[in-house]
């Protein structure tokens, strides 16, 4: 039987276009970008052409873009800069975000070098943005505001342009993990005052452990890591070329095809809505699924039952790959912060499907006729 992908948050298939442009790189163009020689000097240029690719599609500076190994390396960095070296004392955060930000957060929470503020959800999904305002206006001391642009299981979108209004309005350093949105939305950050933003390649059909980090040139931040003098004193270690090079062709095919996938993903994404309510009327679905969302992923809530505690189980040995989290923990499986701080109580079972552009009409309605009879 063939498999059905339906866990494109999690990562993409590679583009075989990206895995060409990778190709010279794994092979022949192997020079470390640090030699001095032309044939390191090669992939030097291939690292600064990519920067630039980069930087032009986000509308930022090249200076302003560092080359990581991902989104959690990436939201770490950020978050210690913010800390350690801007002298932010106060963290606003939210229950909702990434364990890469949730962790990082409480770690320095716990050291003591930070409070640590989380905003309310609000009962779509969202967090609560007058909050924040009311939080910012109360302190007396250095705030770091981190929340990321849309959320991995359930697919709420930020109003991100509201939420850097606020922390510019109250002169807090703004971070928001766009994991999810790079490659998917347009960014202009000339005119979005956001401070910090983060991206995996992986997650537009890039190759996985490639990754950025987009510093404001405003900001004055010490080495993430230390040894060399790569990423411009800012993070030692050779560099990852063909990973590199793969992020930025990854990153320019996403955009040249975002207004016309955007569309035709979002419509196979409302047609599995549609038709999961026909089939199974007690279906729900997290978040805000038919408003300010992300138009890969549907969160999708059923009834819990003796058969729907073995849904993803089954979903598994049937070759339907999709993501699961609840609001409680059964055995082994940890539950989903994420749809716990939602639905705090909630026992119903959750499953996330994510999409892209390989995605069918046929694979929906193949999926959707199993879930009738395992739920």
């Not at 970008?33 to 990519?50: F, V």
């Not at 990321?148 to 993990?177: P, Q, W």
């Not at 095919?253 to 999961?276: F, G, H, P, Q, V």
């Not at 989903?336 to 069918?360: C, K």
């Amino acid at each position: 039987m063939d498999r059905i992908y339906f866990d494109n948050a999690a990562t993409t298939p590679l583009d075989p276009l990206v895995l060409e442009t990778m190709m010279p790189f794994l092979t022949e163009k192997f020079g470390n970008p640090s030699s001095i020689y032309s044939y390191g000097r090669e992939s030097r240029m291939a690292i600064e052409q990519a920067r630039k690719t980069v930087a032009g599609i986000l509308h930022a500076h090249p200076a302003e873009i560092f080359f990581t190994s991902g989104g959690t390396e990436s939201s770490n960095a950020a978050i210690r800069a913010a800390v350690q070296d801007l002298g932010c004392r106060h963290i606003i955060s939210s229950p909702l975000e990434h364990h890469a930000t949730l962790h990082t957060v409480a770690y320095f929470r716990e050291k003591g070098e930070a409070a640590l503020h989380l905003l309310n959800v609000l009962p779509d999904g969202h967090v609560d943005l007058d909050q924040l305002e009311s939080l910012l206006s109360g302190l007396g001391e250095k705030a770091f505001v981190s929340l990321m642009h849309a959320n991995n299981e359930t697919g709420n979108l930020l109003d991100i342009h509201r939420a850097a209004a606020v922390c510019k309005k109250y002169h807090a350093v703004f971070h928001s993990d766009t994991v999810q949105t790079l490659g998917h939305y347009a960014f202009d950050l000339s005119s979005l005052p956001v401070h910090f933003i983060t991206g995996a390649a992986h997650k537009f059909h890039g190759p996985k452990g490639a990754g950025i980090l987009y510093i404001n040139e405003q900001l004055k931040v010490k080495p993430n890591i230390h040894g060399g003098s790569q990423e411009r004193n800012m993070r030692a270690g050779t560099e990852n070329v063909y990973g590199i090079v793969g992020f930025a062709k990854a990153l320019e095919l996403a955009t040249n095809r975002m207004e016309e996938e955007s569309k035709s993903i979002n419509t196979l994404r409302i047609y599995m809505a549609d038709e999961l309510k026909k089939a199974i009327p007690a279906v729900k679905f997290n978040g805000d699924s038919f408003g300010n969302t992300l138009y890969t992923i549907l969160s999708v809530s059923f009834p819990k039952t003796e058969k729907s505690e073995m849904l993803l189980f089954n979903l598994d040995i049937n070759h339907i790959c999709a993501s699961g989290g609840s609001a409680c923990t059964s055995g082994a499986q940890q539950g989903s912060h994420v749809i716990h701080a939602i639905y705090p109580g909630s026992d119903r079972t959750t499953v996330r499907f994510s999409f892209s552009r390989h995605n069918t009409k046929s694979e929906v309605d193949e999926v959707v006729t199993k879930l009738k009879t395992f739920v």
